[in-house]
């Protein structure tokens, strides 16, 4: 131990005394050969006798130097800069190899880095609160296969006080709440929540105070109802004036009271929103009115539940606690026979799950692709590490005799190994930290087109210590793949052999060459699987899109008008949407407008129960204004579209599309006839006008629904005044947007400008994840297909370089140069057939994972398959037939003088 | 190194803390009393000489000092440590046990 000391201050200070530590060694040989030849002369021996003989005792005075030196020397530490600069210097010089392997690298580690930060955005990041590892998000059982995460407010409210695990219980539902400004209302993002989750998530506020139970109860404090504002409304409301506390806000024409202020970095405990308003759940009613899901009680599934952890509990204690108090709850609160029978049937009971991460629907949505992508990445990895080793393995081949040399002159295995090792760590160093480069701004447009058409949420992609540490894992496998298996490869055996032989030692390098081969075929094998997966996903996102939405998305601009907080009803707001709509027909280039409660594959859903002549029928329903459906190019079938006419007093109409016609009227003209809409206990009659054609509804992907078309103008406003604009324009829509914006200002200044979006926009969102998942395995693919073309054509160019003498020989001997392109591209030929079998296998067995993301497409469509095999085929001839064409140009006379 | 470079490797050193022990010593000195004492049955080469001194140097087994020798040169001079002292102890003890074991089984008839 000591002795170990020693040596390292000896060693340190040597480090600092280099040029002295010389001169002094260089002094004690030459006093040691002063006194050896004194000696000598004193002997009686002649000078020169006595100078050889000193040679001989000593040999090289700059070997012994170089021995002492190393004595002295921490010799890891300099040996170690030697190799870095030594293989800068062999990078350098082969500068193609280094750019591939450079490429390949980044592209791996940049693809898993960028995929797993958006799976940590999504799913791991804790939240920014302190001990976000002590909450817990609440579900329900209810024998189904998913677990159902929306509570209703009843059942949130019997929860809330049985809490002998948790500390806190809260619930909390996002929001679009209007703001009045001296301008008129604005939109911003709000959340509701209940009295405890500020208590929960721990978070002091910047200024005031938080909200507690006492807000959250009907009525608000005698003050009137409190809010708690983000910092960024502070600053673009408040311009950050203290005085904020107490000040009044109109929001959904209801008055409250500014009562804190939460630093930016709250966000409360959905990770993807950054909500700017917090209100109690209590004021729900009085905001939402009619539309209130708190009134209609049991049946409405919307508030997420999490709690805190009373100190000592576990998640487990948490989730045995809940599970049991269940029954007791479910029976306790406000509800109907119905609801109970459904709660019944699956023995619904609450479970507790670690709730550190947040709890954000889009989760559930994202998981399943984002696994599916994430093993792309890994795939694509595994495959630039493959190839970057048997690059470097086919490089390490035609090394050999440099390997040799150096093992000759004295170089240990060990040394030439970490030499070869330091070799791969620095290009996968440089690979690794370019991928790190590019990773975040690459995750962030990914998240922008996952996250598509919602577009408040945001997904905090940003590098942390996960990040880092996968990156840096990622890196090592990387590092450890490719360095060992050829550093390993080009030291073992008997090089000596290799300089004696040169080129000739075929026997020992034909078994050698086998684990290159090996994997280059599990690279193309890969690849297929790659490309096939690929192709599947891209022609099932093609299919989708040719698969006809029943309607023409192209040139129609959909314009949302925020009615719902104003006072028009009945006549007077149709008498708005109608010069609404006369103003935007006005426009240049709108060639039809009209107007609808739902636009398509926006997610929201409207049924009803119809019935007719004994049949009865789940019906979709939508209601829209005249001249839908011409705007919409839905062919109408039979019968007539609706006019501003239908009113109330005209008896209601009501329009069916073909499914939902043949579905109730199977036998006879539904014209004239009457269907029945059965709600709670009221039945209306309406008569069927006309049969439009089938139109999709909630997304490409379904078949257009049994739908079912009322006229607004008939409409009872029970699902509130809210209607699209829905605009057919010819051309460019650019002006579109501010003349809706002017126009609804001009009619009535209360409302919130409105927001204009294009229908293709809306379809492209609905497919977000099927085009993500296409786009990227197409990319992926794409990478695939170059970097094994890359390393197909490397390993057989210094396969082939190696054999020039042989090819020479032979030549000479009388082959023809076709004989020698086919020899040369058959051992290509091998590789690309056993990996494409292997591949084709495999791809036959995993392509069933992505059956639940294809849509008519079968797991093993031919056409991909054959097309994917013909790709792959394609592209490895090419890459072989390059080195072996140029094989055929060698000269025998010098390739066999070359040796 | 030789497989036998350990045992030519630890004589050498106990020879040298050996040679060291009367006092302080140049390289050359520590070579020629070797040869001398063994009545030139040990030749000491310098190839294996100078590395041992510097390898027992670093472990502080021996000091160097620079002083000047009998012919008014500029010399390396080797001391024993209190260390290198404890060594030379333990390897004589030891080299006797093995010296007469080895005799012990030689003599044997």
New interface residues.
């Given amino acids: 131990m ?2 170990s000391m ?2 390292f201050f ?2 340190v200070k040597a480090l600092f005394h280099k040029r002295r530590m010389d001169r ?1 060694m260089t ?3 030459e ?2 050969q ?3 030849q ?1 000696k000598l002369l004193k002997q009686g021996r002649s000078q020169a006798d006595a100078d050889s003989a000193t040679r001989r ?3 090289d005075p700059s070997r ?1 130097h170089e ?2 030196r190393e ?2 020397q921490f010799r890891s530490l300099e040996n170690l800069g030697r190799d870095v600069s030594f293989s800068l210097r062999v990078l350098r010089k082969s500068p193609g190899f280094t750019a591939v392997a450079l490429i390949t690298l980044a592209l791996g580690v940049g693809a898993n880095t960028t995929v797993f930060s958006m799976i940590n955005g999504l799913l791991l990041r804790p939240l920014p609160v302190p001990e976000s590892d002590r909450l817990a998000v609440m579900g329900i059982d209810m024998g189904r296969p998913d677990i159902n995460y929306s509570f209703s407010e009843p059942l949130f409210r019997g929860l809330e006080h049985r809490q002998e695990v948790f500390s806190d219980v809260f619930a909390f539902d996002h929001t679009t709440l209007q703001v009045r400004a001296n301008s008129g209302n604005e939109n911003e993002s709000g959340q509701f929540v209940s009295g405890e989750f500020f208590g929960a998530l721990k978070t002091a506020p910047l200024l005031g105070r938080a909200l507690t139970p006492e807000d959250d109860r009907k009525g608000g404090d005698p003050t009137g109802f409190g809010v708690v504002i983000s910092e960024s409304f502070w600053q673009r409301w408040f311009n950050r004036a203290p005085n904020v506390i107490g000040q009044k806000l109109q929001i959904d024409n209801t008055a409250f009271t500014v009562v804190g202020v939460m630093p930016k970095a709250f966000i409360g405990a959905d990770p993807l929103q950054r909500p700017d308003l917090f209100i109690p759940l209590a004021t729900e009613p009085a905001l939402n009115g009619l539309r209130s899901m708190t009134t209609v009680g049991v049946h409405a599934w919307w508030l997420t539940v999490m709690g805190r952890l009373q100190p000592g509990a576990t998640i487990e204690q948490a989730n045995a606690q809940v599970g049991s108090a269940s029954n007791a709850v479910i029976h306790q609160v406000p509800s109907d026979t119905r609801w109970m029978a459904q709660m019944e049937k699956g023995h619904s009971h609450f479970v507790a799950e670690n709730g550190a991460a947040g709890f954000t629907y889009v989760r559930l949505l994202f998981r399943k692709p984002l696994a599916a992508v994430f093993a792309m990445c890994a795939g694509i990895l595994l495959l630039a590490c493959l190839n970057l080793a048997s690059l470097l393995m086919a490089r390490g081949a035609a090394r050999q005799n440099e390997l040799a040399t150096r093992l000759a002159l004295g170089a240990t295995r060990r040394r030439l190994v970490q030499q070869l090792l330091v070799e791969s760590l620095l290009v996968s160093l440089m690979g690794t930290a370019s991928g790190l480069a590019i990773a975040p701004l690459v995750s962030r447009s990914l998240a922008a087109i996952l996250l598509g058409g919602q577009f408040e949420m945001h997904v905090d992609t940003s590098l942390d210590i996960r990040v880092f540490a996968f990156a840096a894992i990622a890196a090592i496998v990387a590092t450890l793949i490719v360095g060992l298996v050829p550093a390993l490869q080009a030291t073992s055996g008997r090089l000596n052999d290799h300089i004696k032989g040169g080129q000739h030692t075929t026997q020992a390098h034909e078994r050698r060459s086998m684990l290159p081969r090996i994997m280059m075929a599990g690279e193309v094998g890969l690849a297929l699987l790659l490309v096939v997966g690929a192709g599947l996903l891209a022609s099932s996102l093609v299919r989708l899109y040719t698969s006809g939405a029943g309607f023409d998305p192209n040139g129609i601009q959909n314009i949302s008008f925020s009615m719902d907080k104003e006072p028009l009803k009945g006549e007077a707001l149709m008498q708005f949407y109608r010069q609404l709509g006369d103003g935007l027909r006005r426009q240049p280039t709108v060639t039809s407008v009209s107007f609808a409660r739902i636009i398509p594959f926006t997610h929201f859903l409207w049924d009803e129960d119809l019935s007719a002549a004994g049949k009865s029928q789940d019906t979709y329903h939508n209601s829209v204004g005249p001249n839908y459906f011409h705007t919409m190019s839905i062919p109408i079938l039979a019968g007539r579209d609706f006019s501003w006419s239908d009113t109330p007093s005209t008896g209601l109409k009501i329009l069916l599309n073909q499914t939902a016609a043949k579905l109730l009227f199977p036998d006879r003209s539904p014209i004239g006839q009457t269907v029945t809409k059965r709600s709670d206990d009221k039945a209306v009659n309406y008569e069927v006008v006309g049969i439009v054609g089938d139109a999709k509804y909630e997304d490409l992907r379904s078949p257009a629904p049994p739908t079912a078309y009322v006229a607004m103008s008939q409409d009872e406003d029970e699902l509130g005044s809210s209607y699209n604009a829905v605009v057919r324009v010819s051309g460019p829509a650019g002006p579109l947007a501010e003349a809706a914006r002017s126009l609804a200002k001009k009619l009535d200044s209360g409302i919130p400008a409105p927001l204009t979006t294009s229908m293709s926009a809306t379809v492209d969102d609905s497919l977000s994840t099927e085009r993500l998942m296409a786009m990227l395995s197409v990319f992926f693919a794409a990478c695939a297909l170059i970097v094994t073309a890359v390393g197909l054509y490397g390993t057989l160019a210094y396969a082939t370089a190696r054999r020039t003498s042989e090819i020479g020989i032979r030549m000479a001997l009388g082959a023809r140069r076709g004989q020698v392109v086919a020899m040369v591209f058959l051992q290509n030929a091998s590789v690309a057939l056993a990996g494409t079998a292997a591949g084709l296998i495999a791809a036959l067995l995993a392509s069933r994972a992505l059956a639940s993301f294809l849509y008519g497409t079968s797991a093993r469509d031919p056409w991909v398959f054959a097309g994917s095999i013909l790709m792959l085929a394609l592209i490895a001839s090419a890459a072989s037939l390059l080195p072996a064409l140029r094989s055929a140009r060698i000269n025998p006379m010098t390739a066999i003088r070359c040796e | 190194m030789p497989e036998t470079g350990e045992l030519i490797q630890g004589t050498l050193e106990m020879l040298i803390l050996k040679a060291l022990q009367r006092g302080p010593l ?3 000195s520590v070579a020629e009393w070797i040869q001398e004492t063994s009545q030139q049955m040990l030749r000491v ?3 294996a000489l ?2 041992a001194l ?2 027992m ?4 087994l021996v000091k160097s000092k ?1 002083g000047t ?1 009998d ?1 008014n ?4 001079f080797y001391t024993l440590t209190p ?1 290198g002292q404890k060594r030379l102890d333990a390897e004589s003890q030891r080299w006797a046990r093995l010296s007469s074991a080895v005799a012990f089984v030689m003599q044997a008839t």
């Fill in positions: 000591t002795e020693h040596e000896l060693r002094d002094d004690e040989l006093f040691h002063a006194m050896l004194s005792a000593f040999g012994w021995r002492l004595l002295w | 140049h390289g050359y080469e310098e190839g100078y590395p510097h390898r140097e670093l472990r502080g620079w020798s012919n040169r500029r010399a390396k260390e």
